[in-house]
């Protein structure tokens, strides 16, 4: 186990809601990544927070946001809901300056 | 350019065989390559990783073989067990800004009893 748990574990919303998953990080990390894995495809990153700010991000709109707070723990917002957000979110933890990055066990939102 | 290709997408290998999964990159500023095991309903779990100044590198009954003037690398698992049925990624990444990896679209191992 990495100690990147995840919260909630399963999620289905409805079309235009918004949603908020929770991430911890491993103890000792500083650094939180968001991915996000379609059916049968590889993750793709979203974002990554370090000491509070967004420090890159990949292809995806503004309406996927994020938050990293003091005690390193990580929340990723997603308004306006559509049926192509349903995926599995991974969160990864790690420490900055090392490219060794831990999973959690990921949420899975369906979006119907 | 940021693309990783990985292949092939499925395998299936009898106990005991060589598992041999291969991918390309084109970036040649990627310095990190892992490979990723995932379980259905599991989170990819950190398997083997190398970087660019070694050819290979082994851990137990994974190797990872790098080809740096081909940009490609690939996992080997020797003695393949049913246990080792999930799907592997692999992944490159800069060591340096972002560190965000760049996942290939995965392979679905299944050892056969």
């Known amino acids: 186990e990495t100690g990147v748990t995840q919260s909630p574990t399963h999620l289905i919303k409805t079309r235009g809601q918004q949603v908020t998953l929770r991430c911890s990080s491993q103890?000792?990390?500083?650094?939180v990544s968001w991915y996000q894995q379609a059916l049968g495809q590889g993750p793709q990153f979203i974002f990554q927070?370090?000491?509070?700010?967004?420090?890159g991000r990949g292809n995806f709109p503004p309406r996927f946001s994020g938050l990293q707070f003091p005690n390193y723990s990580s929340e990723l917002n997603v308004n306006a809901l559509e049926l192509d957000d349903s995926a599995l979110y991974l969160c990864?933890?790690?420490?900055?300056?090392?490219?060794?990055?831990?999973f959690g066990q990921g949420t899975r939102l369906t979006v119907v | 350019q940021q693309q990783v290709k990985q292949s092939p997408q499925s395998l299936i290998v009898q106990k005991g065989g060589i598992s041999i999964i291969n991918c390309a990159y084109e970036?040649?500023?990627?310095?990190?390559f892992p490979w990723y095991q995932q379980f259905p309903g599991k989170g990819p779990a950190l398997l083997i990783a190398?970087?660019?100044?070694?050819s290979e590198k082994k851990e137990g009954r994974f190797t990872i073989s790098f080809n740096k003037s081909a940009k490609q690398f690939s996992l080997h698992i020797m003695d393949s067990q049913p246990g080792d049925s999930a799907t592997y990624f692999c992944?490159?990444?800069?060591?340096?800004?972002?560190?965000?990896?760049?996942f290939g679209t995965g392979t679905r191992l299944k050892v056969l009893a």
């Open positions: 990864a933890s790690s420490l900055l300056g090392f490219t060794e990055a831990f």
């Open positions: 103890s000792g990390h500083n650094t």
């Open positions: 927070y370090y000491r509070e700010e967004e420090n």
């Open positions: 970036n040649t500023a990627f310095d990190y």
């Open positions: 190398i970087r660019p100044d070694v």
């Open positions: 992944a490159a990444s800069k060591a340096s800004g972002t560190y965000k990896y760049i």
